[in-house]
């Protein structure tokens, strides 16, 4: 009897979830078939059941960033540090697939991802190439995927508690270029913004303020080091008023806005200081349009506005070690405490669209 993998399918958008069945692979030379342990559910498989990223080939098998063992390779491999890649290892690997290092955005723009030929597992490849997702008892890492060890020192579901979520954080956090002692806020704590919590304290920044309408998040957030907490029960104004109050009433060094809401980007804004930077990277999708006035909040405060989508190898490579080396001061395996087995995926995906859970990791072996 040829051998079987079972993986969960989005067959189409706003169509239930089912369970498959995929071969064995065949590999090509510098391929290899990882052992699933663990995948998740973000708000990203919430936006591809909806229908809201353009070109994806459903079906599909999603979850884009995984754990897994190597169970099978043809040919040497090894990780772009250098090390060997042997049977029996737990590895992760960046999704981002393909990117060419030939066109203008990868070679002149710097901006790999907006290459044609960028590929995603779990999001732009379709079940019907095989098993190019992570929600699969079996990921296929085709030649080229960039494969790095989980260190022994580091458990698997700490990294994946931080997960895609750590990744974009990491990247945000960059390009707002923190500096010790600067007052964050931090607009909307999903998985992204409690890793921009984390790695704002991370950083050494003094005052880390977390915005939410979820007082669980909040809650959570604290643990990842917010110094106060700001809900979005309270109105608009008062809320800008709460945020001054901490700071002087100059508005906070640094705003990252994490929440896909329009009108968190223009409440950005307003809190941001003069003179403030603020990253916008919570509007992966669509989310619609919003109201900004020019003059007030951006040209007269000489505000540094940056936009942040998606990740590269490098945010992935780093989100490996601040997990093995601050997974203990920073909770991110609370991220995701219950875990669900594959044939429970669907219900994953709903808590996580109805916003019960942040994040909701799927245990395979
Ligand atoms: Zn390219
Ligand atoms: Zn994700």
């Known amino acids: ?67 897994g063992a190597v169970a099978k390779m043809r040919g040497k ?20 697939h393909e990117t060419c290092n030939h066109c203008y955005h990868c070679l002149v723009a710097n901006q790999p991802n907006r290459c044609p030929s960028r590929k995603v597992y779990g999001i732009t490849y379709s079940a019907n190439d095989g098993l190019l997702g992570g929600w699969s008892q079996a990921i ?3 030649p080229g995927v960039k494969m790095i060890h989980i260190p022994k020192e580091l458990a698997p579901e700490t990294f994946i508690g931080g997960g895609c979520g750590l990744v974009t954080a990491l990247h945000a956090v960059d390009l707002a270029h923190i500096r010790l002692g600067e007052s964050v806020a931090v607009l909307g704590v999903g998985p992204v913004g409690q890793s921009i919590v ?16 979820v007082q669980d ?10 110094t106060s907490t700001v ?29 896909g809401h329009p009108d968190a980007v223009s409440e ?20 619609g349009s919003v109201e900004i006035h020019p003059h007030w909040q951006i040209n007269r405060k000489h505000v540094d506005l940056r936009g942040c989508w998606g990740s590269r190898f490098e945010h992935f490579h780093r989100s ?46």
């Open 320 to 365: 490996v070690a601040i997990a093995t080396h601050s997974g203990t001061a920073k909770p991110w395996i609370g991220m995701t405490s219950d875990a669900y087995a594959l044939k429970d995926a669907a219900i994953a995906l709903q808590l996580v669209a109805d916003r019960r859970k942040t994040k909701a990791l799927i245990k395979v072996a």
């Open 268 to 287: 950005g804004l307003d809190i941001v200081r003069d003179g403030g930077r603020m990253v916008v990277c919570g509007h992966y999708t669509d989310n």
């Open 140 to 142: 296929y890492m085709k």
């Open 231 to 259: 809900t979005l029960k309270t109105p608009r104004k008062e809320r800008l008023s709460q945020v001054h109050a901490l700071t002087r009433g100059r508005g906070v060094d640094v705003v990252i806005e994490a929440s």
């Open 1 to 67: 009897m040829p051998k079987t993998y079972l993986a969960a399918v989005m067959p189409a958008p706003n169509v239930p979830i089912e369970l498959r069945e995929f071969p064995e692979p065949e590999l090509e030379q510098g391929a290899a078939l990882l052992h699933t342990m663990y995948s998740e559910v973000c708000g990203t498989d919430v936006h591809l059941h909806h229908g809201k990223l353009a070109g994806v080939p459903y079906p599909i098998i999603p979850g884009h960033v995984s754990v």
């Open 77 to 96: 491999l090894t990780t772009p540090d250098g090390d060997p890649i042997k049977e029996g290892d737990v590895v992760t690997f960046l999704d981002v």
């Open 217 to 226: 998040r909040l809650d959570f957030a604290k643990r990842m080091g917010a």
């Open 198 to 213: 984390a790695l704002s304290s991370l950083s050494g920044a003094g005052e880390i303020v977390a915005v939410d309408g």
